[in-house]
């Protein structure tokens, strides 16, 4: 089964910054598409961006112009780079394959707590 480790979560203050990183214990050339998911306290999973193997990016609204999702295949890691955090962005980030159907197949990782308090 594939292991995902997620890290670099913390707490940080509004307008802050974080970049999170996520291993994948397998190759992730043949993953087309990877993604970052948040879970805030109550809430369902959600997911916030993604990547294709080509380098194309996609967004959910409320994070447009503030996070960057990357990849380095050689690594076998996918990064977030979160800006100008908001309160509202507080939750458990995960990184998984994209559709979330194929990621609950694969399983999750422990996930990183993203707390933007002052």
């Known amino acids: 089964q594939v292991q995902l480790v997620e890290s670099g979560g913390g707490l940080v203050q509004p307008g802050g910054s974080l970049r999170l990183s996520c291993v994948v214990s397998?190759?992730?050339?043949?993953?087309?598409?990877m993604g970052w998911y948040r879970q805030p306290p109550g809430k369902q999973r959600e997911l916030v961006a993604r990547?294709?193997?080509?380098?194309?990016?996609k967004y959910e609204d409320s994070v447009k112009g503030r996070f960057t999702i990357s990849r380095d295949n050689a690594k076998n890691t996918v990064y977030l780079q979160m800006n100008s955090l908001k309160p509202e962005d507080t939750a458990v980030y995960y990184c998984?394959?994209?559709?979330?159907?194929?990621?609950?197949?694969?399983?999750w990782g422990q996930g990183t707590q993203v707390t933007v308090s002052s």
């Open positions: 998984n394959e994209v559709p979330i159907g194929i990621a609950d197949a694969r399983g």
């Open positions: 990547i294709t193997s080509g380098g194309s990016t």
């Open positions: 397998l190759s992730i050339r043949s993953i087309y598409t």
